[in-house]
Structure formats: C-alpha cells, structure tokens
C-alpha cells in the first residue's frame, strides 16, 4: 500500500510560480512511476504530468510543457510539480497519483495509476 498527501497548493497570481509537493508512504514507492493530475471546476481530471521510477522519463500535457516541470527524490519518498508562469486556466485540484505496474515508462491514463492523494487547491487570479 502506498499512501500519497499533496501540498504546496495556494493562490498566486497570473505568472507566479508554486511548487507542489507529494509525500509518499511505503518502501515500494521508489519503483513506481508517479503522475500528477488535475480537476477544473465543472471538467474532468486531466493528465499534468508523470515521471518514471528512476526520473529518466518525463511526459507533459501540451498546456503545461515548458512552464511546469516534474521531479522526484526517491531518497525521501517525495515527488514534486515545479509550476511556473501560471495562468488563470492553471486553476484546479491538483493530485499526484503512483503507478504500481513498475513500467518503464510514465503513463498518461489516469487508469494506470492504483494509488492517488485527497489533492491540494491552486488558484491562479488574473
């Protein structure tokens, strides 16, 4: 069993930055892959972005490349959403979610993911 809890979430303005964290319980977490989505007031979850066991692998939604960035440190059982440039649209529940299927590479489907957190707010105002 693995166990996740966001935070870092808050209100910035429009071209502010946070950082959300993602805190991981149970020895096995370091294999998994872990991904991050998010649910807009009224739309569905959609994929963020997601990282393989080791790092070596990224993928991001279209709308976030190049202004948000997914890390891990497996040493601390933390994973991390650098988010920067935000925009109004950015705002959402934000979940990080673990994938126990040990796959090389990250998923996109929110069906790959077994585990997920209760998610942290980030509003960005205008």
């Known amino acids: 069993q693995v166990q996740l809890v966001e935070s870092g979430g808050g209100l910035v303005q429009a071209g502010g930055s946070l950082r959300l964290s993602c805190a991981a319980s149970?020895?096995?977490?370091?294999?998994?892959?872990m991904g991050w989505f998010r649910q807009a007031p009224e739309k569905e979850r959609e994929f963020v972005a997601a990282?393989?066991?080791?790092?070596?692998?990224?993928v991001y939604a279209d709308s976030v490349k190049g202004r948000f960035t997914i890390s891990r440190n497996n040493a601390k059982n933390m994973g991390y959403l650098q988010m920067n440039s935000l925009k109004p649209e950015d705002t959402a529940v934000y979940y990080c979610?673990?994938?126990?299927?040990?796959?090389?590479?990250?998923?996109?489907?929110?069906?790959?993911?077994?585990?997920w957190g209760q998610g942290t707010q980030v509003t960005v105002s205008s």
């Open positions: 979610a673990a994938d126990a299927s040990r796959a090389v590479l990250p998923s996109r489907a929110q069906l790959s993911y077994d585990y």
């Open positions: 149970g020895r096995t977490f370091s294999s998994y892959s």
């Open positions: 990282i393989n066991w080791n790092g070596g692998s990224t």
